[in-house]
């Protein structure tokens, strides 16, 4: 479906991720507007709505007042000041999500002309398994894996064998 290389590397593992976990019959909430990847799981059979692009930090109704079995948010915690509060905001039971991990050489993203456009976080693996675990969340299996970009320099060079991202299924525990 989507070649290795940049930049659908990231959606491939993604998609095969929750093809492991979520069957194709549970109702899927996908945390932030419809996007390319909740397009892509929607094209191979997923049924997934996706929030409205409310501020989560504020309004977490989407969160408290569904009926869906599944939580998805791909590259959203990071973007939140307070991830804490939405996760513990999770009604549903299970948790597909995928979040950036600190680079040494790297600062976190920022962007100048869009307030809500900027990491806040950007986790060290072990802060977002405290993280889940603090907010009532089981890990059954993690990932992590790299993001190569197409550009050239030692930072790009470094991405190829760095790993960049940490995907994580877990269930709720209480």
């Not at 009604?91 to 790297?106: E, H, Q, Y």
């Not at 806040?120 to 190569?148: S, Y």
């Amino acid at each position: 479906m989507y070649s290795k290389n940049f930049p659908f590397k990231r959606y491939q593992i993604t998609t095969d991720f929750i093809k492991k976990h979520i069957d194709k019959n549970e109702l899927i909430l996908d945390l932030g507007i419809e996007n390319p990847l909740s397009k892509t799981l929607k094209n191979i059979g997923y049924n997934i709505i996706n929030t409205n692009g409310e501020d989560l930090d504020i309004d977490q109704s989407a969160l408290k007042e569904t009926n869906t079995t599944v939580v998805t948010a791909f590259q959203i915690f990071e973007h939140l000041l307070n991830p804490f509060q939405v996760l513990k905001s999770i009604r549903a039971n299970k948790l597909v999500c995928s979040v950036p991990l600190s680079l040494w050489f790297a600062k976190s993203y920022r962007n100048s002309h869009d307030k809500r456009d900027n990491h806040f976080h950007e986790f060290e693996d072990w802060q977002f398994r405290l993280l889940l675990e603090k907010t009532g969340w089981k890990i059954i299996e993690e990932k992590k894996f790299t993001n190569p970009v197409k550009k050239i320099g030692l930072r790009p060079f470094l991405r190829l064998f760095t790993n960049r991202y940490l995907i994580i299924y877990a269930e709720k525990i209480n």
